[in-house]
């Protein structure tokens, strides 16, 4: 009884001082692979992120192919970021600056339809251009660079993602 009380204390303190941090959802575009999955058509990106202090923000995505065949690719991707102009939030509430950039590391795996292969990829991801933030309320993502390791091919890839829009919760 004791250890199920302990527990519950501890995650209602994690939930609560989570609750305090910036997070939201996000959609975007992902620009296709020629050599990750099928490498054709257009795809999209949504999903959620979590900043849990100044200078590191999680994401996690489903990406999605709609064209030609919609679920041709299916994939997962998790970054971490870090913003190189200035942090994602001050602790004190006070305004950040509009413009900001971020430089992420991360994983994206799935499935090729098309193929009929799984899909495993480091990827090392860059984004020059967001503008807003939590203070905002909504961030927009421009000219997103992805460069993708696949593991199973041991073979090199580059993704583009022309636009991104994030609202905080």
């Given at each position: 009884m004791k250890k199920s009380m302990m527990l519950a204390v501890l995650l209602t303190v994690a939930v609560t001082s989570l609750m305090a941090v910036p997070?939201?959802?996000?959609?975007?575009?992902?620009?296709?692979?020629?050599?990750?999955?099928?490498?054709?058509?257009?795809?999209?990106?949504?999903?959620?992120?979590?900043?849990?202090?100044p200078h590191l923000e999680i994401e996690l995505n489903a990406i999605v192919g709609l064209t030609p065949r919609f679920g041709q690719d299916l994939f997962g991707s998790l970054f971490i970021s870090y913003p190189f102009a200035g942090p994602l939030y001050h602790n004190g509430g006070e305004g950040t600056l509009y413009y900001n950039g971020l430089v992420a590391l991360g994983y994206l795996g799935g499935w090729d339809h098309r193929n009929e292969q799984a899909v495993h990829a480091l990827a090392l991801r860059i984004i020059p251009f967001t503008l807003?933030?939590?203070?905002y309320g909504r961030r927009e993502r421009a000219l997103s660079f992805t460069v993708l390791y696949d593991v199973v091919d041991n073979s090199w890839a580059v993704s583009w993602s022309l636009l991104g829009f994030d609202i905080y919760l």
């Open positions: 997070m939201g959802i996000t959609l975007s575009t992902w620009g296709a692979s020629r050599t990750v999955g099928s490498g054709q058509g257009i795809h999209v990106s949504g999903g959620a992120f979590i900043a849990p202090t807003g933030g939590s203070y």
